[in-house]
């Protein structure tokens, strides 16, 4: 019979029920998807990661490393495996204006790949080209096919015989510049030493990787003494693509734990005050219960499982919402498939999350069992009297003149949203919620083209960038500069703190380069101080007229600088003249130039290594806008949809409560749309209070998401006037659409019925 009941009463009260699935779905959904992103990445990555050797170091040296040097590190106590490594940008003979990260590892074993098809590595191979899978698909290459690298007027010409993945090159990226990868103008390809070798006639390894359990600072200690040098040393978070891996990670750890709350925490409070409500309205048929000599166990078990019921239908579906958003994001044609190059996109849901699911299963429980509960005290005859709500005294604010001076609508409607002050809170608090998801979202997008344009609207006026060869003289950069009417710059690898950093010696003269402030204008380089990025300032506590010391690796040298300014940077960076590093005596080599020609209208040159296109750099961001603004516009879907559920599962529980009180208004002659009027004007002030609190909290959230998801990007929160606006309209578009869709259930008051005595 009881069982009977339930399914009555779920579909007498079928719009509480509903809403509160859909809220508890929507919830648990993002709860799921989010933390399954994130620790789908990292079981996937972590498996490429050890399958293909990744190094735990990077010594790296401008001299090179001998094969004695590789034989000193192997023998160190605490190291497993040591390869001499080189790294190059190479140019596609056969593909115009295409480059590929060409590999040499010595030991494939650190530093590898991971062969998704063709032949095996042969380290002795004299033709063997082991090529991105990725930059295969994407230009039509095959296993088979003859490729030519063009490197320093030497070309390196061999037969493709497999296609690979590898944990280098997770983040098929040119460098720190480039955002996301472009897979039809960029890849890598691995070749064997003796191919290279016999290639170029000579070796040279400029870097040595090491797969080591000892901690950074015993390993450097170590390798220092072995090498007789101070050697640049780098782990693998330094890396690139180690580094942006884990920044995901982090970043879809704190998605994960920020938007889920919010909507679980509106979800649970929504589900104490309808729970409330529905066995208020169940009050007498308890009594009945109670009356026929059901014991009260049994009723407290039945209406407990109106709760249970709710939550576990709504865990269900948010667990399959929370695969079917995980996938979404984890495919390779989803956004992370654009992303990251992972050989598998399996999905791992968090052992956690299964505890927190439960969790949240019991305290749903637990809410409608207090819920009855309170109802179930006393005898038979007691319960069988329908719910009465305390007397409520007159508001303070209703003694006053000005109170009496204002309209009859004004007046009821105030007066009900003080007096139901739970009913008020929670409606503010899913407008509220709504606001914040809306203002946050579009205030990232717009944070994120205020970026661009300052980054490469105001920061970078050139065309290209050229890169010298290492063997490039002074002569050539000299000739290339006055070609071009070109700007130059050199970088330092430099020990600040405990962190390697690059100190980036500039020589302007053409204006191809400009530096921002904290407050986005424009920095004129002085010739006396250096320029640090905000984070290093934040981390070392500096200010502009403090002094500190660098370290230039491979150098004893200790020189100090001043503090000239505070930059904005996309790289953690210090920025000196060339001027300033002369007058300390920094040994530098010009290795880059800033041109505002063209790529395709610079000629070949046996002085220039690559040339990279700021519009290539500008193409591959737009790449990631797109995909940002994709799911930007499904958080804005799950707000509006969150909006609705919230305050439409409040409007009828409203809506019921004010029962009597509006047929009363109907008995004294007031129509239909005027008590409709008297609804959604009380739902629109509620929504205008919830829309100032949400602004602030809408900004609040979005500093503290940038802080965490900024990366290396260093961005200044910027909300545009436009999606202030379009937050607004929506959210009031939101409560609108709402508030007519209950203040159209007047129409089916009965007034006879509604004014019966409660008795």
Same mark, same amino acid.
């Given at each position: 019979?009881?069982?009977?009941?339930?399914?009555?009463?779920?579909?007498?009260?079928?719009?509480?029920?509903?809403?509160?699935?859909?809220?508890?779905?929507?919830?648990?959904?993002?709860?799921?998807?989010?933390?399954?992103?994130?620790?789908?990445?990292?079981?996937?990555?972590?498996?490429?990661?050890?399958?293909?050797?990744?190094?735990?170091?990077?010594?790296?040296?401008?001299?090179?490393?001998?094969?004695?040097?590789? #034989?000193?590190?192997?023998?160190?106590?605490?190291?497993?495996?040591?390869?001499?490594?080189?790294?190059?940008?190479?140019?596609?003979?056969?593909?115009?204006?295409?480059?590929?990260?060409?590999?040499?590892?010595?030991?494939?074993?650190?530093?590898?790949?991971?062969?998704?098809?063709?032949?095996?590595?042969?380290?002795?191979?004299?033709?063997?080209?082991?090529?991105?899978?990725?930059?295969?698909?994407?230009?039509?290459?095959?296993?088979?096919?003859?490729?030519?690298?063009?490197?320093?007027?030497?070309?390196?010409?061999?037969?493709?015989?497999?296609?690979?993945?590898?944990?280098?090159?997770?983040?098929?990226?040119?460098?720190?510049?480039?955002?996301?990868?472009?897979?039809?103008?960029?890849?890598?390809?691995?070749?064997?030493?003796?191919?290279?070798?016999?290639?170029?006639?000579?070796?040279?390894?400029?870097?040595?990787?090491?797969?080591?359990?000892?901690?950074?600072?015993?390993?450097?200690?170590?390798?220092?003494?072995?090498?007789?040098?101070?050697?640049?040393?780098?782990?693998?978070?330094?890396?690139?693509?180690?580094?942006?891996?884990?920044?995901?990670?982090?970043?879809?750890?704190?998605?994960?734990?920020?938007?889920?709350?919010?909507?679980?925490?509106?979800?649970?409070?929504? +589900?104490?005050?309808?729970?409330?409500?529905?066995?208020?309205?169940?009050?007498?048929?308890?009594?009945?219960?109670?009356?026929?000599?059901?014991?009260?166990?049994?009723?407290?078990?039945?209406?407990?499982?109106?709760?249970?019921?709710?939550?576990?239908?709504?865990?269900?579906?948010?667990?399959?919402?929370?695969?079917?958003?995980?996938?979404?994001?984890?495919?390779?044609?989803?956004?992370?498939?654009?992303?990251?190059?992972?050989?598998?996109?399996?999905?791992?849901?968090?052992?956690?999350?299964?505890?927190?699911?439960?969790?949240?299963?019991?305290?749903?429980?637990?809410?409608?069992?207090?819920?009855?509960?309170?109802?179930?005290?006393?005898?038979?005859?007691?319960?069988?009297?329908?719910?009465?709500?305390?007397?409520?005294?007159?508001?303070?604010?209703?003694?006053?003149?000005?109170?009496?001076?204002?309209?009859?609508?004004?007046?009821?409607?105030?007066?009900?949203?003080?007096?139901?002050?739970?009913?008020?809170?929670?409606?503010?608090?899913?407008?509220?919620?709504?606001?914040?998801?809306?203002?946050?979202?579009?205030?990232?997008?717009?944070?994120?083209?205020?970026?661009?344009?300052?980054?490469?609207?105001?920061?970078?006026?050139?065309?290209?960038?050229?890169?010298?060869?290492? #063997?490039?003289?002074?002569?050539?950069?000299?000739?290339?500069?006055?070609?071009?009417?070109?700007?130059?710059?050199?970088?330092?690898?430099?020990?600040?703190?405990?962190?390697?950093?690059?100190?980036?010696?500039?020589?302007?003269?053409?204006?191809?380069?400009?530096?921002?402030?904290?407050?986005?204008?424009?920095?004129?380089?002085?010739?006396?101080?250096?320029?640090?990025?905000?984070?290093?300032?934040?981390?070392?506590?500096?200010?502009?007229?403090?002094?500190?010391?660098?370290?230039?690796?491979?150098?004893?040298?200790?020189?100090?600088?001043?503090?000239?300014?505070?930059?904005?940077?996309?790289?953690?960076?210090?920025?000196?003249?060339?001027?300033?590093? #002369?007058?300390?005596?920094?040994?530098?080599?010009?290795?880059?130039?800033?041109?505002?020609?063209?790529?395709?209208?610079?000629?070949?040159?046996?002085?220039?290594?690559?040339?990279?296109?700021?519009?290539?750099?500008?193409?591959?961001?737009?790449?990631?806008?797109?995909?940002?603004?994709?799911?930007?516009?499904?958080?804005?879907?799950?707000?509006?949809?969150?909006?609705?559920?919230?305050?439409?599962?409040?409007?009828?529980?409203?809506?019921?409560?004010?029962?009597?009180?509006?047929?009363?208004?109907?008995?004294?002659?007031?129509? #239909?749309?005027?008590?409709?009027?008297?609804?959604?004007?009380?739902?629109?002030?509620?929504?205008?209070?919830?829309?100032?609190?949400?602004?602030?909290?809408?900004?609040?959230?979005?500093?503290?998401?940038?802080?965490?998801?900024?990366?290396?990007?260093?961005?200044? +929160?910027?909300?545009?006037?436009?999606?202030?606006?379009?937050?607004?309209?929506?959210?009031?578009?939101?409560?609108?659409?709402?508030?007519?869709?209950?203040?159209?259930?007047?129409?089916?008051?009965?007034?006879?019925?509604?004014?019966?005595?409660?008795?």
């Amino acid at each position: 019979m009881l069982i009977r009941k339930l399914f009555r009463t779920m579909g007498l009260y079928r719009a509480q029920f509903l809403s509160m699935i859909i809220m508890i779905a929507l919830g648990v959904g993002v709860f799921v998807g989010m933390n399954m992103e994130w620790y789908s990445i990292d079981k996937n990555t972590s498996y490429l990661f050890d399958a293909t050797g990744f190094a735990d170091y990077r010594i790296v040296s401008e001299n090179g490393f001998s094969s004695e040097d590789a #034989d000193k590190i192997a023998a160190l106590d605490g190291v497993d495996a040591v390869s001499r490594y080189l790294s190059i940008q190479v140019d596609v003979k056969e593909k115009q204006d295409e480059s590929v990260a060409l590999t040499v590892t010595e030991n494939a074993e650190v530093s590898g790949f991971l062969l998704m098809e063709g032949n095996a590595y042969e380290k002795d191979s004299k033709d063997g080209i082991w090529l991105s899978d990725k930059y295969a698909a994407a230009n039509n290459i095959s296993v088979g096919d003859t490729l030519t690298f063009l490197y320093a007027n030497k070309e390196i010409q061999g037969h493709v015989e497999g296609l690979i993945k590898s944990g280098e090159y997770l983040i098929n990226v040119r460098d720190e510049s480039q955002l996301m990868p472009d897979y039809t103008n960029f890849g890598f390809a691995y070749i064997s030493p003796a191919m290279y070798e016999n290639a170029m006639g000579f070796a040279f390894y400029p870097q040595l990787n090491v797969i080591s359990s000892l901690s950074k600072e015993d390993f450097s200690e170590k390798a220092d003494d072995a090498l007789q040098s101070t050697s640049l040393i780098l782990t693998k978070d330094e890396t690139v693509s180690y580094a942006q891996t884990n920044g995901e990670k982090e970043e879809g750890r704190t998605m994960g734990s920020v938007l889920p709350v919010l909507f679980l925490v509106i979800a649970i409070l929504t +589900m104490v005050t309808t729970m409330h409500r529905i066995t208020s309205k169940e009050k007498t048929q308890i009594g009945t219960l109670k009356a026929l000599g059901f014991k009260d166990r049994r009723i407290l078990r039945h209406y407990t499982s109106y709760a249970f019921t709710i939550g576990l239908i709504g865990s269900a579906l948010g667990i399959g919402f929370g695969y079917f958003l995980a996938w979404y994001i984890m495919n390779p044609s989803g956004s992370m498939g654009t992303y990251l190059d992972m050989p598998t996109w399996d999905l791992y849901l968090p052992g956690f999350c299964i505890y927190i699911l439960i969790g949240i299963l019991i305290l749903l429980t637990l809410i409608g069992f207090l819920s009855v509960k309170e109802m179930l005290k006393g005898t038979a005859a007691d319960a069988l009297r329908p719910y009465t709500p305390k007397k409520m005294k007159n508001l303070f604010i209703e003694r006053t003149r000005l109170f009496h001076m204002l309209p009859f609508g004004t007046r009821w409607n105030l007066r009900d949203t003080i007096r139901h002050k739970s009913r008020t809170a929670m409606s503010l608090i899913g407008i509220i919620g709504c606001m914040t998801i809306m203002v946050g979202c579009l205030g990232m997008r717009d944070t994120m083209d205020e970026f661009l344009d300052i980054s490469f609207g105001t920061a970078t006026n050139y065309a290209s960038r050229i890169f010298l060869t290492e #063997d490039a003289t002074e002569a050539d950069a000299d000739r290339l500069l006055n070609e071009y009417n070109a700007d130059r710059s050199a970088s330092v690898s430099i020990q600040s703190g405990d962190k390697a950093v690059s100190l980036d010696i500039y020589d302007i003269t053409h204006d191809t380069v400009r530096f921002i402030d904290r407050q986005s204008n424009t920095v004129a380089l002085q010739n006396d101080g250096a320029y640090i990025c905000s984070r290093i300032a934040e981390d070392r506590n500096l200010k502009v007229g403090d002094t500190f010391t660098v370290n230039p690796y491979g150098s004893d040298d200790t020189y100090t600088l001043r503090v000239a300014g505070i930059l904005h940077s996309m790289s953690e960076n210090v920025v000196v003249t060339a001027s300033y590093a #002369d007058t300390l005596k920094i040994p530098y080599t010009f290795s880059s130039l800033y041109t505002a020609v063209e790529k395709q209208d610079i000629a070949a040159d046996d002085a220039i290594k690559s040339i990279q296109s700021k519009q290539m750099i500008m193409d591959s961001f737009d790449v990631f806008t797109e995909i940002m603004n994709l799911m930007i516009s499904l958080m804005v879907i799950v707000a509006m949809i969150l909006g609705i559920v919230v305050l439409y599962n409040l409007g009828v529980m409203s809506y019921t409560e004010r029962y009597r009180e509006m047929a009363t208004l109907k008995v004294l002659g007031f129509r #239909d749309k005027k008590i409709g009027a008297l609804l959604i004007d009380q739902n629109l002030w509620v929504t205008l209070l919830g829309i100032l609190i949400g602004i602030p909290a809408g900004r609040a959230a979005l500093q503290y998401l940038l802080k965490k998801l900024a990366g290396e990007y260093e961005m200044n +929160m910027a909300i545009y006037p436009a999606s202030y606006l379009i937050s607004i309209v929506l959210t009031f578009g939101v409560s609108l659409l709402v508030s007519i869709m209950v203040s159209r259930k007047n129409k089916k008051i009965d007034m006879v019925e509604a004014l019966k005595g409660t008795e």
